[in-house]
């Protein structure tokens, strides 16, 4: 058996012209474009690759990009001020913050100072709050992206087990309530799990973000169970120095035995940033009163 492609870079390109179809909406009733403020703080390589991918996209979607790059000498002080700044403007709908951040700025102080309105990433404590009571929340981007993946892929999810592997507050522990709130049997699994294997040979589902490459291997998996790799772990290639990206699940081996997968690159990734134009148009028609944009 030869496990489907779930072409993740596909869902995203569709999700996207869905939402800047639906922007125009928000134009005529506000006379104003929505607006997403990305804040970077340093060079760190991959955040600023990531940071441009998101003002690229947000402006392809019709909404309104504002950047804003600070050095790595920035005190927390002052990125809470910006980001105070950020809460109080009204053309400003969502706000986010790109991780990791430097040593010495506390990443849970900075997300704390978000307006849990304008928090299209979902890691204020109020919405991670109101996503584990089931109330509307934004929720966290990658977790929500696999759970479309998902959905498209398996329709109703009700009663099928699922396991997430990684308990992290940005992808794992959001991704396992969005899952029970689905009527799936959850499992969260992590690094001092017992039998991963077994618990991983147990579930339809399998989530994967635990950040160590190629860990979770094809005879761990139940036959046919649907496989998202989170994971995007750059390792050295076999030509001397160069490197090249693998998930957290090994996907030669896992493909003889999933019915479907996400490749790596081209799962996952792409689905994170369609999402965080999704949830700024949503903070947009919250924040304006307007019922919540269909079909997205
Ligand atoms: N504030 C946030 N910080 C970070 C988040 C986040 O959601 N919010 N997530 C990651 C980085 N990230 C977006 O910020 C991100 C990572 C990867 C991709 C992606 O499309 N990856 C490609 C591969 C890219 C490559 O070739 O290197 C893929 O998987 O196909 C998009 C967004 C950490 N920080
Ligand atoms: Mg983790």
Redesign the pocket.
Known sequence: MSADIID??AFAEGLRARIAEAVPTFVSAKGRKPGLAVVLVGEDP??Q???R??GKATVAAGMESFEHKLPDTTTQEELIALVERLNADECVDGI?????LPKGVDDKAVIAAIDPAKDV?G?HIANAGKLAVGEEALV???PLGCLMLLKDRLGDLSGLDAVVVGRSN?VGKPMAQLLLQENCTVTVAHSRTRDLPGAVRRADIVVAAVGRPEMIRGDWLKPGATVIDVG?N?IPAKEAGKTR?VGDVEFASARDVAGAIT???????????AV?LRNTLVAAHARAGLPPPAGL
Do not use: H, N
């Open positions: 993740g870079k991959a955040s690759v990531y940071v991918s998101k986010l913050v790109q991780l990791p990433d890691f966290p981007c990658t940005i995007i750059r990206l490749p790596v690159p081209g799962g996952v990734g792409p689905m994170t940033i965080l």
